[in-house]
């Protein structure tokens, strides 16, 4: 395992400098931020940069093969517009207090879903469908719990320490999915844990990957959420989030393993994959394609198989 990087005086520095950044914008007006800011950095993405353009009409002509060109790029844009207002509320996170953060992502079916996981330990799975870094705000929602969010350390450590600032809420814990399960193990019998996972991209590959039907192609997930889930027996949650307006959202979970019912291997993860699948078919832009999401080639006897 890498050693964690420490920061020169100069990242110091510069981190310091753009925490203040973030904070400050974050006190801006709800207008100019989203009013203004939002389509500033649209049309940065869109219209200037044409950031992972190719990418992302690509992944939409897989995913809709039965939607012309013009349709698409209506999507495309819309995906655009959504990103922007992902990055806009991702930086105002920086300045608002839990509270504010509730009522900016209120979960509708909350009193349901904590009498459901009770004082056990738990899964949270999401996808980098709509608010997904509003997420982290679940810890402030089932207080009994700690919400460990999974992330991916960032390369750059001046830019992951600046990442986990703005992520930080009262009773969340974030922790590098390389650390997961030994985070894990030595707290679960400490304070009853919800794990949040986002595990919609792609996987690292491996031989034993499985298969799911996804959007018309074959497509392989990251199934850390199924593996624990089931080797300790923990009920396992999606949530689907619909936007209200700029920046405000509300959401609901949906249980898809109780915890106790048996189930063969990959059946955790093919009811995600279906749910996910639903959401997106239902408001496409919500969902972040310009990831490289299909980079590899299933195996060959899939291949030969219709969709």
């Given at each position: 395992m890498k050693r964690a990087q420490k920061l020169n005086i100069w990242q110091k520095i510069l981190l310091e400098l753009l925490w203040i950044l973030c904070r400050a914008f974050a006190l801006l007006p709800h207008f100019v931020r989203y009013g203004i800011f939002k389509h500033m950095?649209?049309?940065?993405?869109?219209?200037i940069l044409h950031y992972r353009r190719k990418v992302i009409m690509q992944n939409l002509r897989n995913s809709f093969p039965d939607k012309g060109e013009e349709e698409l790029y209506e999507i495309c844009k819309k995906s655009y517009m959504n990103l922007s207002e992902q990055i806009i509320s991702?930086?105002?996170?920086?300045?608002v207090s839990d509270e504010t953060m509730l009522e900016r992502m209120e979960v509708i079916n909350a009193e349901e879903t904590d009498l459901k996981i009770g004082n056990r330990n738990a899964v949270l799975m999401t996808a980098?469908?709509?608010?997904?870094?509003?997420?982290?705000?679940?810890?402030?929602?089932?207080?009994?719990?700690?919400?460990?969010?999974?992330?991916?350390?960032?390369?750059n450590p001046m830019m992951d320490e600046l990442m986990k600032r703005i992520r930080h809420r009262t009773n969340s814990q974030l922790v590098d999915i390389n650390s997961t399960m030994r985070y894990f193990l030595q707290n679960k019998d400490k304070k009853p844990i919800i794990?949040?996972?986002?595990?919609?991209?792609?996987p690292a590959y491996r031989p034993n990957l499985y298969w799911h039907r996804f959007l018309h192609q074959?497509?392989?997930f990251y199934d850390g959420a199924e593996v624990i889930a089931l080797k300790y027996k923990?009920?396992?949650?999606?949530?689907?989030?619909y936007k209200i307006r700029d920046g405000h959202y509300k959401g609901k979970y949906t249980m898809i393993y109780d915890g106790e019912e048996e189930v063969a291997p990959n059946?955790?993860?093919?009811?995600?994959?279906?749910?996910?699948?639903r959401d997106i078919n239902e408001n496409p832009h919500m969902w972040m394609w310009s990831h490289r999401r299909w980079k590899h080639t299933?195996?060959?006897?899939?291949?030969s198989q219709k969709i």
């Amino acid at each position: 395992m890498k050693r964690a990087q420490k920061l020169n005086i100069w990242q110091k520095i510069l981190l310091e400098l753009l925490w203040i950044l973030c904070r400050a914008f974050a006190l801006l007006p709800h207008f100019v931020r989203y009013g203004i800011f939002k389509h500033m950095v649209y049309a940065l993405l869109c219209h200037i940069l044409h950031y992972r353009r190719k990418v992302i009409m690509q992944n939409l002509r897989n995913s809709f093969p039965d939607k012309g060109e013009e349709e698409l790029y209506e999507i495309c844009k819309k995906s655009y517009m959504n990103l922007s207002e992902q990055i806009i509320s991702i930086v105002s996170q920086s300045g608002v207090s839990d509270e504010t953060m509730l009522e900016r992502m209120e979960v509708i079916n909350a009193e349901e879903t904590d009498l459901k996981i009770g004082n056990r330990n738990a899964v949270l799975m999401t996808a980098h469908f709509g608010p997904w870094e509003a997420c982290i705000t679940m810890g402030l929602v089932f207080k009994r719990h700690e919400l460990v969010g999974v992330y991916h350390k960032l390369e750059n450590p001046m830019m992951d320490e600046l990442m986990k600032r703005i992520r930080h809420r009262t009773n969340s814990q974030l922790v590098d999915i390389n650390s997961t399960m030994r985070y894990f193990l030595q707290n679960k019998d400490k304070k009853p844990i919800i794990l949040g996972l986002i595990s919609d991209q792609n996987p690292a590959y491996r031989p034993n990957l499985y298969w799911h039907r996804f959007l018309h192609q074959w497509s392989a997930f990251y199934d850390g959420a199924e593996v624990i889930a089931l080797k300790y027996k923990l009920p396992v949650f999606y949530f689907t989030p619909y936007k209200i307006r700029d920046g405000h959202y509300k959401g609901k979970y949906t249980m898809i393993y109780d915890g106790e019912e048996e189930v063969a291997p990959n059946v955790i993860m093919e009811r995600y994959v279906r749910l996910l699948e639903r959401d997106i078919n239902e408001n496409p832009h919500m969902w972040m394609w310009s990831h490289r999401r299909w980079k590899h080639t299933p195996p060959q006897e899939l291949l030969s198989q219709k969709i």
